[in-house]
C-alpha cells in the first residue's frame, strides 16, 4: 500500500486494536507497522495478556533483536505461528515483567528457550539446574544462563503451569545450583583452593525451598582444612572462596547482577568470621546464641559445596534448635522480636508492606515456627523447613485446627503470589504493594483478575491481611505455648517407672492411677489424642499448682470423654490456653464446680471467654427464665428448663470467684439475685400448675419474701433459700379457698425445686415464717398483720431486718413492705429493754447453738469475731437507730455497717475491723464449700484442707498456716470490738 494511505490504515487498525483493549490503541498500530507484524493471530493472543500494550511493545523490540541477531532475516512471528504454547508463554512473560522483556531485547535467541520442545515437561530440582549450568566458564555466563532459567520458571508461573510452591521449590533450587556453579567459579580463582573444605548452607527462605524471585539469598558458610592441609591456611583460603562466591553472585557487570548472597546470619553477625569450622560454630552456639538465632537455623540446608561437610553442619545442631523452645522466656523473646520488626517500620510504608507489616508474610511465618520449635522437641513430623509443609504437618499432628490452616495456607499463598508478581516485574527486591493503578492492574490480571482487577486485587489483599492477623493473634499468643515450652525436655519423653516416679513428684498421691489416665487420653492415633498429648505436659503442671492434682486429671479425663467428640472442646483448650489453664483450676482445686461441670460439661465452653464469665444481672436471668418456663406447659418440663439455667448460672458465678474475678460481696449478690430469678420463675410455674389442677385462676395474689441471707443478698454456695409465703385474697374470693391456693402453690414451688435431679437442687426453707414448723406455710396479709400486732417478739422484728419481699405481686410485696418497716425500724429506736433482750438472746445462742465439741475461736458462724458476732452488731445498731439514720434501713450487712459508722455510731476502725472479719469468714465459708462441694462449720482442720481453702483465697498451696493465722488474728480483733459495741 502507498505511503499515503497509511494512516487510514493505522486509524482503521486502532479502532481494532482498542476493541481488543489495548490502553493506548494508535501507539499499538504505529507499532504493528514498525515491526511488520502482520499476524492477526499473534496481535489477538498479545492482547489477552496482563499488560498488552507493555506486551506488544516489547515483541516488537525483540522481533527486530532476534531478526538481526539470526543474521538470516528469520522473523519471531513464524516461531510464534508455529508454536501457539510459545506464544502464549512469550505474551503472559512480557505482559507481566519489564525486566524479563528487557532481558529478552538483550538476549533475543532465549525466546525459543519457551518452545514446547524446549521447556521441561516437569519441574526441576538443583541437581537439574546444574547440570544446565554447567557449561558456565565465566561470571557474564553464569548471569546469562540464571536469567534464562529464571525465563522458564516465571512462564511457568505466569501460565499458571505451576503452583506457588513449585514455584519457590524452583527459584529455590535454581539459587542453590547458581552457588555451585559460583563456588566452581570460584575455586578456579582462588589458589590452593583444594586445601579448604567449604560448604554452604541455605538459611531463610532459600533453605526453606520458598525463595523469591527477588531476595537476598542467607547462607553460612562452614569450613574444613583437607586432607592434610594446614588448618590455618585452610582457613585463609576458606575465607577467599566465600568472599568470591560472594562477589560472582553479587556484582554488577554488564549483563548485571543476579542477587546478593548475605551472610549475617553467621554467628555474631557482620562482626563475627566469614567462615568457620563446625567445631566453632557448635561452641557459638552452645554458649552464645540468641533465640532469633535458633529460629533462623530451623531452615538451615546444605545446598553448595562439600556435602558431607554440610549434613555434619545440620546433624550437630539439629538437637540445639529443637531444645531451643526450653530456653528461658524463649517464647516471650519470640514475641517481642516480632513487635521489633513492626516497630522499625516507617510510618509512611506500614499499610503497603506486605511482607513485614501487621497481617503480612512474617506474621504468618513467626506464628508457624514458634508452634513448630513448641512442638517439634516430641513431634518429628513438625521438622520440616517450608512454611506451608510446616502448617499441613501441624494440621496433620492437631496443632492447628483444620480451618485454620487451610485459611492461612491460603492467605500466605495469596501473599507469597502476590509478592512474586510484584518483583517479577522489575525483577526488584521489594516488599512494597504499589501505590499506582497501572502496575496494579497488570499484577491484577497475571492473577487472573479480570474485572475491575486493581481494585479488586487490593480488597482481596486488605481481606487476606485481615485474616492472617486473626490467625497469627490467636496461634502466635497461644497461652498454652508458654506453658509447654516451660516443660524440661526430659519431662517429656519419659518410660513408664520414669513417668510415675515424675508423677509422684510434682505431687499426684496415686501416680500409678494418674498414669492410667494419661494413656486413656493420650494413646491411639485419633486427632483428640493427638491434641491431648500437647495440652498434657501444661495439664499436668497446671493440676500440680492446685490442692488436688489427682482428682483434677480424674475430673479431666471424663470431662473429656464426655466432650471429645464434639468440635469445640479441645480446639478451645489448645488455640485458647487461657480456657486451659481455668478448666484444670476448676477440676483440681474445686469440686463444687467439678460437679457443675460433669453435670453438664458444655459449660466448658464459658472459660477463656471474659465476657462468658461475667456474672449475669437479676433482669437478663429473670426474662431468660421466664421465657424458657413458658415455652412449657409441663410443669416438670419448664422447672427442668429453669434448674438447667441456674446451674448454668451457679457454674457461672463459681467459676468467676475460682479465678478471683469477683469478690464474696458480688458472689453473695450474684448468687441472691440468681435464687430470686429461679424462685420468681418457679413461682410463675407452679400458679399455672395448680390452676391447671383447679381448672381456674387463683382467688388470691401470692408474694414470696426473701428472708435470711437471701435477703440480705448475701448468699454462699451451701445457703437454702430462706422465704415466707404471703397471699391477699382477691375480692370476694373465699378466704378459705384462697389459702388452700395458695399453700398449693407454695408447696408445688418447694416441690419443683427440691427434687433431686440432674441439675442441684434448690431448697426453700420456710422456716422463720411466724410461730416456725409449727405456723401455716401461707398466710395472709391480714393474719401477718395480725400477728405481729399481737405476739411479734423482738427478735422476729431482728429477722425482719433481713425481709425483702420482692417475688411475686408487685402489690402486695410493697404493702408487706409497709407493714413490716416499722417493726424493724420502729420510730423511737427499740427501747433499752429490748436491747437487753437482743443480748440475752445472743448470749444464750452463744451457749446453746454452738456444737458439741465445737471450738468458739474457729467456728466460721458463731465462733467469737465470726459472722453472727459482726451481724448481731450491724442488726442491733440498726434497731436502735434506723428511724434517724437512712443508710442503716438496709438488708445488707456491710452497707449498714458503713452507714453507722458515717453517723458516728460506731468508730471507722472498728467499722472497718467488723467488715475484715465479715469479709474473710464469708470468704473461708464459700472456699470450702468451692472446695468439698459440702458447707463446713468450722475452719478446715485438715492440713489439706487448709491448703485447699488458702489456695482459693489466692495464698498459695502452701498458705494453709498463713490463712489460719489471719483468720485467728482478724476474728480476735473483731471479738473485742463486738465486747464494746455490742456487750457495752
Known amino acids: 500500500m502507498p505511503d499515503d494511505q497509511r494512516p487510514q490504515r493505522v486509524r482503521t487498525t486502532s479502532g481494532w486494536l482498542a476493541r481488543l483493549g489495548f490502553a493506548d490503541p494508535d501507539e499499538a498500530a504505529t507499532l504493528l507497522e514498525e515491526c511488520e507484524l502482520r499476524s492477526t493471530a499473534v496481535v489477538e493472543r498479545v492482547a489477552q495478556g496482563a499488560d498488552p500494550d507493555l506486551a506488544l511493545r516489547r515483541l516488537c523490540e525483540i522481533a527486530g533483536a532476534f531478526a538481526s541477531r539470526a543474521g538470516t532475516g528469520e522473523h519471531l512471528v513464524t516461531h510464534l505461528e508455529a508454536d501457539p504454547e510459545l506464544l502464549t508463554r512469550l505474551v503472559a512473560v512480557l505482559g507481566g515483567s519489564h525486566a524479563l522483556g528487557e532481558f529478552l531485547v538483550l538476549h533475543p535467541e532465549a525466546v525459543l528457550d519457551l518452545r514446547a520442545s524446549t521447556m521441561p515437561v516437569e519441574p526441576r530440582d538443583q541437581a537439574a539446574f546444574e547440570r544446565v549450568l554447567g557449561d558456565v566458564t ?126 549475617n546470619l553467621r554467628p555474631e553477625g557482620k562482626d563475627g568470621p566469614l567462615v568457620r ?15 532469633w538465632e535458633f529460629q533462623a537455623l530451623l531452615k538451615a540446608r546444605p545446598v553448595a559445596g562439600d556435602a558431607e561437610l554440610g549434613r555434619e553442619y545440620v546433624e550437630a545442631l539439629a538437637p540445639m534448635v529443637w531444645d531451643a523452645a526450653t530456653r528461658p522466656n524463649f517464647v516471650a523473646d519470640t514475641r517481642a522480636m516480632r513487635r521489633r520488626v513492626i516497630d522499625n517500620i516507617p510510618a509512611p510504608q506500614l499499610d503497603r508492606e506486605l511482607k513485614l507489616g501487621p497481617g503480612g508474610l512474617r506474621d504468618v511465618e513467626f506464628a508457624v515456627q514458634l508452634l513448630q520449635l513448641v512442638h517439634g522437641r516430641t513431634d518429628e513430623r513438625l521438622r520440616v523447613r517450608s512454611t506451608t509443609e510446616a502448617l499441613r504437618a501441624l494440621v496433620d499432628g492437631g496443632y492447628v485446627a483444620r480451618t485454620d490452616g487451610a485459611s492461612m495456607t491460603e492467605a500466605y499463598t495469596f501473599l507469597r503470589m502476590f509478592e512474586h508478581r510484584i518483583q517479577l516485574d522489575g525483577l526488584r527486591r521489594t516488599h512494597l504493594v504499589p501505590s499506582d493503578d497501572e502496575t496494579l492492574r497488570m499484577i491484577g490480571r497475571t492473577l487472573a483478575y479480570r474485572t475491575d482487577p486493581a481494585r479488586n486485587l487490593l480488597k482481596d489483599w486488605q481481606a487476606q491481611r485481615r485474616e492472617v492477623l486473626r490467625l497469627h493473634q490467636k496461634l502466635f499468643f497461644r497461652p498454652l505455648l ?18 510415675q516416679a515424675r508423677l509422684e513428684a510434682l505431687g499426684y498421691a496415686d501416680p500409678r492411677a494418674a498414669l492410667t489416665h494419661l494413656r486413656a487420653l493420650t494413646s491411639g492415633m485419633r486427632r483428640s489424642a493427638a491434641i491431648q498429648r500437647q495440652l498434657m505436659p501444661a495439664m499436668l503442671a497446671w493440676f500440680a499448682e492446685s490442692p488436688n492434682p489427682d482428682g483434677g486429671l480424674l475430673a479431666f479425663r471424663k ?21 486451659a489453664e481455668q478448666l484444670a483450676k476448676m477440676l483440681a482445686g474445686s469440686a463444687y464446680v467439678t460437679d457443675l461441670i460433669q453435670r453438664a460439661p458444655e459449660s466448658v465452653a464459658m472459660l477463656g471467654d471474659d465476657n462468658e464469665l461475667e456474672p449475669r444481672t437479676y433482669d437478663r436471668i429473670v426474662t431468660e427464665t421466664r421465657s424458657a418456663a413458658r415455652r412449657h406447659d409441663d410443669p416438670a418440663e419448664a422447672t427442668r428448663t429453669v434448674r438447667r439455667v441456674r446451674r448454668r448460672e451457679l457454674s457461672r458465678i463459681a467459676m468467676s470467684d475460682v479465678l478471683g474475678r469477683v469478690d464474696v460481696v458480688e458472689v453473695g449478690h450474684a448468687l441472691s439475685d440468681l435464687t430470686t430469678a429461679t424462685l420468681e420463675a418457679a413461682l410463675d410455674i407452679a400458679t399455672r400448675a395448680v390452676e391447671q389442677q383447679r381448672g381456674t385462676s387463683l382467688p388470691t395474689r401470692v408474694a414470696v419474701v426473701l428472708m435470711g441471707r437471701l435477703g440480705g443478698r448475701e448468699m454462699g454456695y451451701g445457703s437454702d433459700a430462706d422465704v415466707m409465703f404471703v397471699h391477699d385474697p382477691l375480692p370476694g374470693a373465699d378466704e378459705s379457698a384462697a389459702s388452700q391456693a395458695a399453700t398449693a402453690v407454695a408447696t408445688e414451688l418447694r416441690r419443683l425445686l427440691g427434687t433431686a435431679g440432674p441439675d442441684p437442687a434448690l431448697e426453700v426453707d420456710a422456716d422463720l415464717r411466724p410461730e416456725g414448723r409449727s405456723g401455716p406455710l401461707v398466710r395472709t396479709l391480714a393474719s401477718y398483720r395480725a400477728y405481729y400486732a399481737r405476739w411479734s417478739m423482738v427478735w422476729e422484728a431482728q429477722a425482719l431486718l433481713r425481709a425483702a419481699p420482692v417475688v411475686g405481686d408487685p402489690e402486695l410485696c410493697a404493702a408487706f413492705r409497709a407493714l413490716i418497716d416499722p417493726l424493724r425500724w420502729p420510730g423511737e429506736g427499740i427501747s433499752q429493754a429490748d436491747v437487753q433482750e437482743v443480748r440475752r438472746i445472743k448470749a444464750r445462742v452463744d451457749a446453746e447453738r454452738l456444737p458439741r465439741g465445737a471450738d468458739p475461736a474457729t467456728h466460721l458462724k458463731l465462733g467469737r469475731g465470726g459472722i453472727a458476732d459482726v451481724e448481731w452488731t450491724v442488726q442491733l445498731l440498726q434497731m436502735q437507730h434506723a428511724h434517724a439514720v437512712e443508710g442503716l434501713r438496709t438488708t445488707e450487712t456491710l452497707p449498714a455497717l458503713h452507714a453507722a459508722a458515717e453517723a458516728d455510731l460506731i468508730g471507722s476502725e472498728d467499722a472497718a475491723v467488723l467488715g475484715d472479719a465479715w469479709r474473710l469468714v464469708s470468704r473461708i465459708r464459700n472456699a470450702y464449700v468451692l472446695l468439698r462441694n459440702r458447707a463446713g462449720a468450722s475452719l478446715p482442720e485438715n492440713a489439706n484442707d487448709r491448703a485447699g481453702v488458702a489456695w482459693l483465697l489466692g495464698g498459695g498451696i502452701d498458705g494453709g498456716e498463713q490463712m489460719v493465722d489471719d483468720y485467728l488474728r482478724t476474728t480476735r480483733r473483731a471479738r473485742q470490738v463486738v465486747e464494746r459495741v455490742f456487750w457495752g
Open 138 to 263: 565465566d561470571r557474564d555466563s553464569l548471569r546469562v544462563a540464571y536469567r534464562r532459567q529464571l525465563l522458564q520458571i516465571a512462564a511457568r508461573d505466569l501460565t499458571r503451569r505451576s503452583s506457588y510452591e513449585t514455584t519457590a521449590a524452583e527459584l529455590s533450587d535454581l539459587a542453590g545450583a547458581t552457588l555451585a556453579t559460583a563456588l566452581r567459579l570460584a575455586r578456579e580463582e582462588v589458589d590452593d583452593s583444594e586445601t579448604a573444605r567449604l560448604a554452604v548452607i541455605a538459611m531463610g527462605k532459600c533453605g526453606g525451598r520458598e525463595l523469591n524471585y527477588v531476595s537476598d539469598v542467607d547462607v553460612v558458610f562452614v569450613h574444613a582444612a583437607a586432607d592434610g592441609a594446614d588448618e590455618q591456611k585452610a582457613t585463609r583460603v576458606a575465607t577467599r572462596l566465600a568472599s568470591t562466591l560472594i562477589r560472582i553472585c553479587g556484582e554488577h557487570t554488564r549483563e548485571g547482577t543476579i542477587w546478593e548472597v548475605d551472610a
Open 277 to 291: 569450622t563446625l567445631p566453632s560454630h557448635v561452641a557459638y552456639y552452645e554458649r552464645w546464641a540468641s533465640t
Open 482 to 499: 508458654d506453658a509447654v515450652a516451660a516443660m524440661p525436655s526430659d519431662a517429656l519423653h519419659l518410660t513408664p517407672e520414669a513417668a
Open 559 to 579: 470431662v473429656s470423654e464426655s466432650l471429645g467428640g464434639t468440635h469445640w472442646y479441645l480446639r478451645k483448650l489448645r488455640d485458647e490456653g487461657s480456657g
